[in-house]
């Protein structure tokens, strides 16, 4: 079955604090993407990466981390020194199994709060 | 400017009224998808189109129809089928291809009074 779990409804951490956002999936596809978008207030989800299934090396961008592990069917986020603009509601997807389908299967998301 | 566009950003209707969502890029891009989201969940997919005059059905499609006669616009009709249609709907768009990602327009609040 094809499922996303983002385990954590909400977090508050202090301005500067490392926070770390957790993604765990299942799927039966051997290839596959993964995904993470950002919800700030406005509403509009904004992307922010897409990761394959081959590749599980960290991903870095900036402020933000990724780490992939296959072993644990895990792609977890991670926020360095935080700030108040990330507060939001992230997101973790995957798309659906088999072929032809384009659907996005989405967490429920995690609310971060970053408190100044 | 390249984008989406969701209008009305706010909309209020009376129970039993059917209301017409729109949603129109200039991006180029062949998808595009309507989702639901409900408070504390994440998104469901309503409807999506991958090409002109072509559409499928996602999780949620009861009371919900839409249309795809231009490459740039796909409207959703919120029934009065729907049950429980209060909620904030977000439309997105992407190039072909199973595993791109999907971007999104800015939403529309639908509150059924």
């Known amino acids: 079955a094809q499922k996303v779990t983002q385990a954590q409804t909400e977090i508050s951490v202090v301005e500067k604090e490392d926070v770390t956002l957790d993604c765990v999936y299942e799927?039966?596809?051997?290839?596959?993407?993964l995904f993470w978008y950002k919800q700030p207030p406005s509403g509009e989800l904004v992307f922010l990466i897409r990761?394959?299934?081959?590749?599980?090396q960290n991903e870095i961008s900036g402020r933000y981390s990724w780490n992939f592990q296959k072993s644990t069917s895990s792609f977890n986020f991670t926020i360095t020194a935080s700030q108040v603009v990330d507060s939001a509601v992230y997101f973790c997807?995957?798309?659906?199994?088999?072929?032809?389908?384009?659907?996005?299967?989405f967490g429920k998301g995690t609310k971060l709060s970053v408190i100044p | 400017d390249g984008g989406i566009t969701q209008s009305p950003k706010y909309l209020f209707r009376k129970e039993g009224q059917n209301v017409t969502l729109s949603c129109e890029q200039n991006l180029n891009h062949d998808a595009m998808y309507w989702y639901r989201q409900d408070p504390g969940q994440g998104l469901r997919l309503i409807y999506y189109s991958q090409i002109v005059n072509d559409f499928q059905k996602g999780d949620i499609a009861e009371g919900y129809s839409v249309s795809r006669e231009k490459k740039e616009s796909f409207p959703l009709t919120v029934t009065s089928a729907q049950k429980n249609p209060t909620a904030f709907y977000l439309c997105?768009?992407?190039?072909?291809?199973?595993?791109?990602?999907?971007?999104f327009g800015p939403g529309t609040r639908l509150t059924v009074l």
């Open positions: 997105a768009t992407g190039t072909s291809g199973r595993y791109n990602e999907q971007f």
């Open positions: 799927t039966r596809d051997t290839t596959y993407y």
């Open positions: 990761r394959n299934s081959f590749d599980e």
């Open positions: 997807a995957l798309p659906y199994s088999g072929a032809g389908s384009y659907q996005l299967t």
